[in-house]
């Protein structure tokens, strides 16, 4: 199976703030990869795709880069609703395995 | 709108077993794949299974295989999963996902809310 390692998992930041979270593959995915968010008691929301395609309806300050085997998600300024778990999630091979998630807190 | 109804799930002894239901709206369930993806109390996201949309191919997790049976109903616009042998280790909210459209999927892009399964004596 693929594995995927997060990190930080866990990670405090202030309204306002930049913030980045890294995604490794134990293999090359290619450009298979995609980001939730998971607020408590919700089901995942898709925020990107294919690495860095913006889901429909998704704020702009969301963004994503990589390829292979690192990948990374970014908020270029934190709002409140922004404060949740995130996931990546790989597309590339049967199981299609998540990472162990990002908690993101506010400060 | 695109919606995902789950039913299903509950209490249940270990070695019982349930079914668990995930019925579409706003859209053509019959052009899409489906997924199933659990997370255990406090834990992360673990993928278990996924059908093709028109249930020719299914996949599943080790952790469920030949425990666990996915299927679909094009024409009543659901997706199940048929639990078995269950035991504490299955505890957990259990969500199904579409498959995003295409040839390839890149991603899930719609879920439903999620329906718990404990399993407890």
């Known amino acids: 199976d693929v594995q995927l390692t997060q990190s930080p998992s866990f990670l405090s930041a202030s309204i306002g703030d930049r913030v980045t979270i890294t995604c490794r593959a134990s293999?090359?995915?290619?450009?298979?990869l995609a980001w939730y968010q998971q607020i408590p008691g919700k089901a995942p929301k898709l925020l990107i795709y294919?690495?860095?395609t913006l889901q429909s309806g998704v704020p702009s300050r969301f963004s994503g880069s990589g390829s292979g085997t690192e990948f990374t998600l970014t908020i270029s300024s934190l709002q409140p609703e922004d404060f949740a778990t995130y996931y990546c999630?790989?597309?590339?091979?049967?199981?299609?395995?998540f990472g162990q998630g990002t908690k993101l807190e506010i400060k | 709108d695109v919606q995902l109804v789950e039913s299903g799930g509950g209490l249940v002894q270990p070695g019982g077993s349930l079914r668990l239901a995930c019925e579409g709206s706003?859209?053509?369930?019959?052009?899409?794949?489906f997924h199933w993806v659990r997370q255990a109390p406090g834990k992360g996201l673990q993928y278990i299974s996924a059908?093709?949309?028109?249930?020719?191919?299914?996949y599943y997790a080790d952790s469920v295989k030949g425990r666990f049976t996915i299927s679909r109903d094009n024409s009543k616009n659901t997706v199940y999963l048929q639990m078995a042998s269950l035991t504490i280790d299955d505890t957990a909210v259990y969500y199904c996902?579409?498959?995003?459209?295409?040839?390839?999927?890149?991603?899930?892009?719609?879920w439903g809310q999620g329906r718990l399964v404990t399993v407890s004596s």
């Open positions: 996902a579409r498959g995003s459209a295409g040839s390839v999927v890149t991603s899930f892009d719609y």
């Open positions: 999630q790989q597309l590339h091979t049967y199981p299609y395995t």
């Open positions: 059908i093709s949309n028109d249930g020719a191919y299914t």
């Open positions: 294919t690495a860095s």
């Open positions: 293999q090359d995915i290619r450009r298979y």
């Open positions: 706003g859209f053509s369930l019959s052009n899409f794949g």
